[in-house]
């Protein structure tokens, strides 16, 4: 058996695994982002009070729709982040 063989015969054995991981990865997301769309949804139950305790408002869920396959999770992160930021330097100026 000559190295080029050997190399070959790994190569198709390494591939199966990657594509098991890929499609176990893919059926993952894809629960974790329906999984947090149906919190999204829930999300329009709260009142105005608890959305400011996390550092949101009623009209951060319409900006943070997004199309289905997507999670809209991750846009309510970034717009609450960027609001603390922004708080933040606000109150650095200040003092």
Known sequence: MA????ATETS???TRPAVATRVANAVANAYRAWKNRRAFY????MSDAEFAD??????????ANV???RDPTVRLRA???GRADTIEDLAR???
């Open 12 to 14: 198709r054995i390494t």
């Open 79 to 81: 717009i609450a982040t």
């Open 54 to 63: 996390i550092g949101l408002t009623r009209a951060d869920l319409h900006v």
């Open 67 to 69: 199309p289905f396959g």
């Open 93 to 95: 100026k200040v003092a």
């Open 3 to 6: 190295t080029y063989d050997f």
């Open 42 to 45: 829930r999300l329009g139950e």
